[in-house]
C-alpha cells in the first residue's frame, strides 16, 4: 500500500515562509512525476508544482517564483519550500504522485490526506 502523508503546515504570517513534506511510503516510490496541489475552501483543486523523476519542474504562475518543489530520493521525500506567502496561499495542501508502471496501463494517482496551511494577513 503506497501512502503519502504530509506535513508542516501551520499557521504563518503574510511573508512568511514554511516548507511542507510529503513522506512516501510503500514499494513504489519512483513515480513519473510529484506534484502539491491546494485546495482553498469554495474552490477547486489546482496543481501548485511538479517535479518530474527527471527534476524537470513545473509551477502555477502565481507561486512561481515563491515556491520550490524538491525531492529526495534516499528519504523518499518531496518537499515544497514556500517564501513570500501571501493570504491567498491559504489551502489545504496535498501531495500527489503519479505513477504509470500499472499493468492496465492506467495512470495512478496517488494523494495525501492533506496539510493545512494558513496565511494571515
Known amino acids: 500500500q503506497v501512502q503519502l502523508v504530509e506535513s508542516g503546515g501551520g499557521l504563518v504570517q503574510a511573508g512568511g515562509s514554511l516548507r511542507l513534506s510529503c513522506a512516501v511510503s510503500g514499494s513504489i516510490f519512483s513515480f513519473n512525476a510529484m506534484g502539491w496541489y491546494r485546495q482553498a475552501p469554495g474552490k477547486q483543486r489546482e496543481l501548485v508544482a511538479s517535479?518530474?523523476?527527471?527534476?524537470?519542474?513545473n509551477y502555477e504562475d502565481s507561486v512561481k517564483g515563491r515556491f520550490t518543489i524538491s525531492r529526495d530520493n534516499a528519504k523518499k521525500m518531496v518537499y515544497l519550500q514556500m517564501y513570500s506567502l501571501k493570504p491567498e496561499d491559504t489551502a489545504v495542501y496535498y501531495c500527489?504522485?503519479?505513477?504509470?508502471?500499472?499493468?492496465?496501463?492506467?495512470?495512478?494517482?496517488?494523494w495525501g490526506q492533506g496539510t493545512q496551511v494558513t496565511v494571515s494577513s
Open positions: 500527489n504522485a503519479v505513477w504509470y508502471g500499472s499493468r492496465s496501463g492506467t495512470p495512478l494517482n496517488y
Open positions: 517535479v518530474t523523476t527527471g527534476g524537470d519542474t
